[in-house]
């Protein structure tokens, strides 16, 4: 057998065998997690811009220049290849999470270069989607805005939320932060209205964990009665888990049924007089529990279809209805957080009195005058040493090459005008000098 090549040597369409990994244990794992290991099989699906993509086991992977660098291969006879399997299924995801989650790191994983950024009809705001196969499932992903809510106060929301209840997508995969599960599930409970099965991605683990905070993610799953997906994006774990959860899902080996928040149990009565008013009214693709949610909370888009559709007497209702209950908005939100709460409360904990994360300790000492101002003292000390230790020096060294430099071409242009050397010697190169 001929001696193993790099994988980086190997073109476009070109299919192998992967022999090994050298890249220590960290990179091995990170690699193995994606199915690239010792023994698998492969085929180089699309070079381009630095990027390697690689499809291993059906699903394609983007390897940068330097984790490419570092796997061996031997390039075997395409007639003894595995070729890709013909698409059987297709399914449309939508990946929506709050800004600083993750969201677009979970997206460029699964989709490489396969992705197309434009904007969405009519907006400003950027529209970007990509494939990821995974054997004969082909995954169409829309990575929506980031957005902290779904109400319609902007672009960005409005965006997120239409492309759910319009397009309705067959699965929605909504990236919560670890490190600040609170207000990451206040999203997942308006996206638990829009009636579509959801996974959730718990991603930014090393973080929370870094905080002290622990997550029981069975726990969490049992209280949210969704899969729950725990992941660290930036180091591709969980990305399997997640697309093997996906791929569960289009086969109809998993069953999503989301337990979601409830209105507050003192508003309870006129959530359930609105949403009997608004029932027969709503058409498709709305829902009348989201309809009669959004009502509540004063959101103008929902208010005007329903103002649209119904006749006087049951738009005078609903306004009778609301006018008693001015404080609606607080009662869904209300239920929201006691939702959040008893979700965080089962699932959730900190580290306990009397621990101190790393961070927690230097920022104690550092925050103290006794020890702050020392030490702020001694970093200003620090740098003015290398300023005047390194950077004198340094600069008068470079002064005097200059001026060397300027002595070797003055002969060569005692022709010229006086005006011209005074730029060139004085200004241009002088100037940069002294810079």
């Not at 023994?39 to 291993?56: C, K």
């Not at 027969?280 to 649209?308: C, F, H, N, Q, S």
């Not at 620090?382 to 008068?396: A, D, E, K, N, R």
Request: charged fraction near 20%; proline fraction near 5%; glycine fraction near 8%.
């Amino acid at each position: 057998m001929a001696p193993p090549d790099i994988i980086t040597s190997l073109r476009e369409g070109d299919q192998g065998i992967i022999h090994a990994i050298d890249g220590g244990s960290a990179l091995t794992s990170h690699l193995a997690g994606m199915g690239i290991v010792a023994g698998a099989r492969f085929r180089i699906a699309q070079v381009s811009g630095g990027l390697i993509v690689v499809q291993v086991s059906g699903t394609r992977i983007a390897l940068g220049q330097g984790e490419a660098s570092k796997i061996s291969v031997y390039k075997i006879d395409p007639a003894d290849a595995v070729c890709e399997p013909p698409v059987e299924k297709e399914i449309t995801v939508a990946l929506i999470g709050q800004p600083n989650v993750g969201k677009s790191t979970i997206f460029n994983i699964l989709t490489g270069l396969s992705q197309h950024v434009g904007n969405w009809p009519g907006k400003t705001v950027e529209k970007k989607e990509g494939e990821h196969r995974a054997d004969n499932l082909l995954i169409r992903i829309i990575d929506l805005p980031g957005t902290y809510s779904l109400t319609s106060f902007s672009e960005e929301e409005r965006v997120a939320r239409d492309f759910i209840i319009r397009e309705k997508p067959d699965l929605v995969i909504l990236v919560l932060n670890a490190a600040a599960l609170e207000r990451s599930l206040y999203l997942l409970s308006e996206v638990l209205l829009l009636n579509r099965p959801v996974i959730a991605a718990i991603n930014m683990l090393d973080v929370a964990s870094g905080q002290g905070i622990q997550i029981n993610m069975k726990t969490l799953q049992d209280e949210l009665a969704i899969p729950v997906i725990p992941m660290v994006a930036k180091r591709n774990s969980g990305i399997k888990e997640l697309v093997d959860q996906i791929s569960a899902f289009a086969v109809g080996g998993v069953k999503i049924q989301p337990d979601g928040p409830e209105v507050s149990a003192d508003h309870l009565q006129i959530y359930q007089e609105i949403l009997r008013t608004v029932r027969p009214l709503i058409p498709e693709p709305y829902t009348a529990e989201w309809t009669a949610v959004k009502i509540m909370e004063g959101d103008p888009e929902a208010t005007g279809l329903v103002e649209k559709l119904a006749d006087k007497t049951a738009w005078k209702h609903v306004q009778s209805l609301l006018s008693k209950h001015e404080d609606a908005l607080h009662a869904v939100v209300n239920g929201r957080y006691d939702w959040i709460e008893k979700v965080t409360r089962a699932s959730m904990s900190r580290f306990k009195m009397g621990e101190v994360v790393l961070t927690d300790r230097i920022d104690h000492i550092l925050t103290r005058p006794v020890f702050g101002i020392p030490i702020l003292l001694a970093i200003m000390a620090f740098v003015f040493f290398l300023t005047y230790s390194i950077g004198v020096p340094l600069q008068t060294r470079l002064a005097d090459l200059i001026q060397q430099f300027i002595a070797f071409c003055t002969p060569a242009t005692s022709g010229w005008p006086a005006w011209l050397q005074g730029m060139l010697f004085n200004g241009v190169i002088g100037g940069a000098g002294s810079v």
